[in-house]
């Protein structure tokens, strides 16, 4: 989240947010949240969660356009958490601000915990696939309702724009790799059979685990993209950050894949060529991130996020593979 927008969030839109959704302020209690306000409350022993955004971020027209998906999704019996309304029985809300605004959500707080390492087996990695593939299988039959715009493709988000802008006069050569990568990608196929309306970003801060089955939330970054982005970032994740030691990628590459492309492969198919470009997306995360750390966060006081610019920085130079492997076994 930019710096400007935290700097306009005060206490009295965080009480005329909750009030929207008839929660006290004193009711409510800070979850987290990267590029969101995310809090949580409770009303009648359920839990729930609410998201507030600003709309330099997403405006409300785009947020409908998130829930019109989340609610397609959860039609078609897919685990998401689920939006519920306000006082008002809207979806989303406002709150006014002089020049701006910002917009509130609430949603059913999913069941379980968050994954780790504990929970790393054969069956997680299977069920972690096969939600994905369920997502995209679903995806190719969606259509915006009624009076919903259809929602952004993947490179005009407003980080894709406004990328230069947040990256310091010294990496111009990243920038350039950028666009490159941009450019690249933009000559892949486009059909229904490999690109649709995808949630962009399940790792594993995005969904809770709860007796095997998971539930996905956080719909934010949702484009139109292709699915093999889904399934890089799947492993992005897990590689950077639960194993996060180069020297041992490959072979948990392996471990990973294996069992998540046959979870994958059991709700949607994928070919070949679209195994090939997984590497393009590996990379695409590797530098959206770098972006987003120099967006997002004080390099000074996140060791995480500045080990993460000084690791990666050569690799994106020098365009090396994230992890040397070749993805189209797991279709075999």
């Known amino acids: 989240m930019e710096a ?19 929660v006290k302020i004193e009711e409510l209690y800070e979850v987290g949240g990267f590029e969101n306000f995310i ?66 959500s609430s949603y059913i707080k999913a069941e379980g915990e968050r994954p780790s390492k504990a ?22 039959k969606y259509q915006p309702s009624n009076g919903v715009i259809k929602r952004f493709k993947w490179d005009d988000d407003p980080l894709f724009i ?23 990608l933009n000559q892949l196929k486009i059909d229904s059979d490999h690109y649709g309306l995808i949630h962009t970003d399940i790792h594993m801060g995005n969904f809770f685990i709860n007796e095997k089955k998971l539930t996905v939330f956080d719909f934010d970054d949702c484009s139109y993209m292709w699915f093999a982005s889904d399934i890089a970032i799947a492993l992005f994740y897990f590689l950077e950050f639960s194993i996060r030691d180069e020297m041992k990628f490959k072979e948990n590459t392996d471990y990973f894949m294996a069992h998540f492309m046959k979870g994958y ?3 949607n198919n ?22 987003v750390f120099f967006r997002s966060v004080d390099m000074t006081v996140d060791s995480f996020a500045s080990k993460y610019i000084i690791r990666h920085r050569d690799h994106i130079i020098n365009k090396d593979l994230f992890v040397d492997i070749d993805f189209t076994q797991y279709l075999k």
């Open 4 to 22: 400007h927008i935290r700097k306009l969030f005060s206490q009295e839109i965080l009480k005329e947010a909750g009030k929207k959704f008839g």
């Open 162 to 184: 406004n990328a230069r802008s947040y990256l310091p006069d010294s990496d111009e050569i990243i920038y350039t790799r950028f666009v490159e990568l941009i450019e690249e």
């Open 265 to 267: 492969l059991s709700e």
């Open 39 to 104: 809090y949580g409350y409770k009303k009648e022993e359920e839990e729930f969660i609410l998201r507030i955004s600003h709309a330099s971020h997403r405006t409300y027209e785009q947020l409908l356009s998130e829930l019109d998906f989340v609610h397609f999704l959860a039609e078609n019996h897919a685990n998401v958490s689920i939006p519920v309304l306000s006082v008002d029985h809207n979806l989303i809300e406002k709150v006014e601000l002089k020049d701006s605004y910002f917009t509130v």
């Open 119 to 140: 929970h790393f087996d054969d069956t997680f990695f299977h069920n972690y696939g096969k939600t994905i593939g369920q997502f995209h299988r679903l995806t190719k």
């Open 270 to 291: 994928l070919s070949l060529d679209d195994m090939k470009t997984v590497h393009n997306f590996l990379k695409l995360r590797e530098l959206v991130l770098y972006i």
